[in-house]
């Protein structure tokens, strides 16, 4: 049923589609409001114009042409189709447009309407979209990885990545064609465990599996496969991403990382048994050197003659300096040397660093300025010792290296980060900032040695590492002409249980120090066991000077376990490096028989640790004595075996 005019105007007029006719002549003869508003021009500007006015060229000049060949030849190329071209509005703007062409006659004449949509829009997020598409696929084309997109089981690939041939060494169009390929490359020991991994990235959200694969040329790789669910529209098959990393050259990299780390591991501990072994064989004779030196010390001698066993004795206490510190610096790197940290009353460690350095300190006619009032009077955690052992380091250091009448100051501060510092500063030669950068290195005496001041170079760095163990550091400051100061720095402790006096009281150490008063036996019978015949002849001097001392000597532990048994003796020295047996177990053997359980036990060895000082002194050792040891300490002994009876070592 035809419709009316007024129907079918209502129908161009209401239409979101642009609606423009044309006679065979190409002149416009309807232009709808949506025409209006696609090309900006009013309907009474381009109503009985020719159409090509909404064309760019070429179609402008070629349009009528297009019109008559057809009116012609009645061959229609665009008639009943549709294609985007190109429009161009009343500002001259061009843009893309979905045109559909129909035909129809009125009164017999050949009419055209074009149907037009503005489609730029669309266009360009097309193109946005194939521009990304094609950007991603180049990227993935192009990547190391392989990207993969499989069906969960039975398995089917919907795309694999070229990067597959790289990897697998095999091509993307062999992995698609045989769904069971990428199992059989998996390392016969690992086949298993990848299986399971497979079978397991079906259902749960993320799976991640390191294994090797063993390619078609022979080669074994390593690879990181990650399985993760893949969004899918409603209703289509559940899919899996699959990303396969070769990491072999990470793995390679860690197994020489791990060999590395392992000889050097091996290299530190050959080193620090190397640097035990020579302490040992350097205290050794250095104990005799000592021992009789002290010895000429307390005959008559003249004074040329003192001075000179003075110049023994101070060379090698030097020498042994030099021993521990070195010694120590290598029990750092080595993780071996442990430390006691607790609450230290600054204050109090202060005094007795001081109290030391009291003679060098008048030597040089050296001011000392300490803190006013309550200043250190603070508990900071430390290892008493080892903090000591620093402090005792930073104020030699200014004596030394002062100039004199020089000042040195000491002094305390709180941080507002909770740390505590201590300062010694000096008057001294001060340090140039070339110097200071390599303050901290073993053995470089900073061109010092031609000051004439004795040194080994090692303090400094020894300090440094056994302050950065108790979790404290240390800062420097100095000029050259003007002075230095040294910091340390350590945690601030602000609340303490034990009592002040409580919390100075030293830990237990290489030598014993807590004696009763002496008293003097009429009769003593002394065992002792050591296999190096300088220290046998020291120890028999020494016995000598004690009226109704016995010195009985083996060389061997088993000789001196029988001597011990059949003598009962009133004092025992152990050496601990025997031929036949250690010194630790001859202690054990003697604290296991009722007979000899009671008798003293002084261990006199050149090791030093601090590890096996206190495992012999737990075993049973009265005390343990490091070479070389004091003379007068160990006459202690010969004086009163039981000095240490309820003495806690």
């Not at 006679?23 to 090309?39: C, M, T």
């Not at 050149?606 to 096996?612: C, I, K, L, N, V």
Request: some cysteine; proline content about 5%; glycine content about 8%.
């Amino acid at each position: 049923m035809p419709h009316s005019p007024e129907v079918l105007q209502s129908i161009v007029e209401s239409s979101i589609a642009g609606i423009i006719t044309i006679d065979s002549h190409g002149i416009i003869q309807i232009f709808s409001p949506a025409a209006e508003r696609l090309f900006g021009y009013e309907s009474s500007e381009v109503v009985g114009h020719n159409v090509s006015m909404l064309m760019p060229e070429p179609d402008h000049s070629c349009h009528d042409g297009y019109v008559a060949n057809y009116m012609s030849s009645g061959v229609a190329r665009i008639i009943g189709t549709g294609r985007k071209v190109t429009g161009r509005r009343k500002d001259d703007s061009l843009f893309l447009l979905h045109l559909w062409v129909g035909e129809f006659a009125i009164d017999g004449q050949p009419m055209f309407v074009g149907t037009v949509l503005d489609i730029t829009s669309e266009e360009a997020n097309r193109s946005a979209l194939q521009e990304s598409e094609e950007r991603f696929r180049q990227l993935v084309d192009n990547i190391d990885e392989v990207f993969i997109l499989r069906t969960t089981a039975p398995y089917r690939y919907v795309y694999i990545s070229p990067a597959v041939e790289k990897v697998f060494g095999l091509t993307a169009d062999e992995a698609v064609a045989d769904p069971g390929l990428f199992l059989s490359f998996a390392h016969p020991d690992d086949a298993e465990f990848v299986r399971k991994a497979m079978e397991e990235a079906g259902h749960a959200q993320r799976v991640e599996v390191e294994y090797r694969i063993i390619r078609s040329d022979g080669e074994v790789r390593w690879v990181w496969t990650r399985y993760q669910q893949f969004e899918v529209a409603p209703g289509d098959p559940p899919l899996v991403a699959v990303v396969v990393t070769d990491i072999t050259a990470q793995k390679d990299a860690q197994r020489a990382e791990a060999s590395a780390r392992a000889e050097a591991v091996r290299a530190n501990a050959a080193k620090t048994e190397f640097l035990s072994r020579m302490s040992h064989e350097l205290r050794t004779p250095m104990n005799a050197i000592l021992g009789f030196a002290q010895l000429l010390e307390m005959d008559e001698l003249s004074e040329n003659q003192h001075e000179s066993v003075r110049q023994i004795i101070h060379g090698g206490r030097h020498l042994l300096d030099l021993i521990n510190e070195v010694l120590d610096i290598s029990r750092i790197d080595s993780g071996e040397l442990t430390l006691s940290t607790e609450p230290i009353l600054v204050s109090d460690v202060m005094d007795e660093v001081m109290d030391l350095m009291v003679p060098l300190v008048a030597a040089r006619h050296l001011t000392v300025l300490a803190p006013v009032g309550d200043g250190c009077h603070e508990h900071v955690l430390a290892d008493r010792q080892r903090f000591k052992q620093v402090l005792l380091n930073f104020v030699s250091n200014a004596i030394k290296y002062n100039r004199n009448d020089g000042k040195i100051r000491l002094s305390c501060s709180t941080r507002p980060n909770g740390e505590f510092a201590i300062t010694v500063s000096d008057t001294g030669i001060g340090i140039g900032s070339e110097e200071l950068k390599r303050l901290f290195t073993p053995f470089d005496r900073l061109g010092r040695e031609s000051t004439g001041e004795e040194g080994t170079g090692v303090g400094l760095a020894l300090s440094q590492r056994l302050i950065q163990l108790m979790g404290g550091r240390i800062e420097v400051e100095s000029a050259p002409g003007v002075g230095s100061s040294f910091t340390v720095l350590l945690p601030l402790v602000k609340t303490v249980g034990l009592q002040p006096d409580e919390l100075g009281s030293p830990a237990a150490g290489a030598v014993s120090s807590t004696a009763t008063a002496p008293g003097r036996y009429s009769q003593l019978t002394v065992v002792y066991i050591e296999d190096n015949l300088a220290n046998v002849r020291l120890m028999e001097q020494l016995a000598a000077r004690r009226r109704g001392v016995t010195l009985i000597h083996a060389m061997q532990g088993r000789l001196g376990l029988d001597l011990i048994s059949s003598s009962q003796p009133g004092l025992i020295l152990l050496d601990l490096h025997l031929p036949d047996m250690s010194g630790e177990e001859v202690l054990r053997r003697l604290q296991a028989e009722v007979t000899t359980k009671g008798i003293p036990t002084v261990v006199v060895s050149a090791d030093a640790s601090p590890g096996q000082i206190q495992r012999l002194l737990e075993i049973g050792a009265s005390a343990y004595l490091t070479k070389p040891f004091d003379i007068e300490e160990l006459l202690l002994w010969f004086d009163d075996p039981h000095r240490m009876e309820g003495a806690v070592p």
